[in-house]
């Protein structure tokens, strides 16, 4: 099945600054790869996604580049602000026993400091 | 976006007893939802995928009988923790694909399950 890895596991910047987290994944068939972020206790928020026809999407200060031949994909934020402060996860989505699913991340902690 | 809710958002119960999540989307209908389990400062790990109408279809690892989980409309999915005991403490959520699951999930916001 599909395996996702992604790092770093925690990242602090100060506000202002640009933060990079970055994924791999294993399964070639993969095709849309969303980013979620989720702030304690609560549900996991889309806030970009990529499809595999594509390299690179932009909204806003967050953008998503996509590079299918080394298999790893990357959620930038610009201009970083405290609310952007939460953990950040990475998928993937393939097809499991017919139906498209999708394998997270471990996640990425970010902290951004006034 | 779509709307998927989650009852109860928190439970705590007696070990050996057993606990009904309830996942309902509220304004379209998913042939399909997921379960994932996260445990404190862990990822979402995927349980099992509801289909309605069928049987749900578990991932490796997940023990079907503990985890009963039944699709009884396009609009309600539950997952019963049956005997439940301390080890299964954690952060369920479901998520629900609008369309199909190759599209979008959205989440519902998850109930924390306490055993003592």
């Known amino acids: 099945g599909e395996n996702v890895e992604q790092h770093p596991s925690t990242l602090s910047v100060q506000e202002g600054d640009s933060a990079v987290i970055k994924c791999t994944y294993s399964d070639s068939a993969s095709n849309y790869f969303p980013w979620y972020k989720q702030e304690l206790g609560k549900r996991p928020q889309l806030i970009i996604d990529?499809?595999?026809?594509?390299g690179e999407k932009k909204d806003q200060r967050i953008a998503v580049t996509l590079n299918k031949t080394a298999k790893h994909f990357s959620l930038h934020i610009t201009e970083t602000q405290p609310e952007d402060s939460a953990v950040y996860f990475c998928a993937a989505r393939g097809v499991n026993s017919g139906y498209s699913t999708l394998t997270f991340g471990k996640g990425t902690m970010l902290l951004v400091s006034p | 976006g779509a709307v998927v809710s989650q009852h109860p958002s928190w439970v705590i119960c007696k070990s050996g007893t057993s606990v009904k999540i309830e996942c309902r989307s509220l304004d379209f209908q998913a042939t399909t939802m997921f379960w994932y389990r996260q445990f404190p400062k862990q990822s979402l790990m995927l349980m099992a995928t509801?289909?309605?109408?069928?049987?749900?279809?578990?991932e490796q690892g997940v023990e079907k009988d503990k985890f009963l989980i039944n699709h009884a409309s396009l609009t309600l999915s539950t997952l019963t923790v049956t005997s439940a005991h301390p080890e299964d403490s954690s952060f369920y959520i479901c998520?629900?694909?609008?369309?199909?699951?190759?599209?979008?999930?959205?989440f519902g916001p998850g109930t924390r399950l306490t055993v003592l």
């Open positions: 998520s629900a694909p609008r369309g199909g699951s190759h599209n979008e999930q959205f």
């Open positions: 990529i499809r595999s026809n594509v």
């Open positions: 509801s289909n309605e109408g069928s049987k749900a279809t578990y």
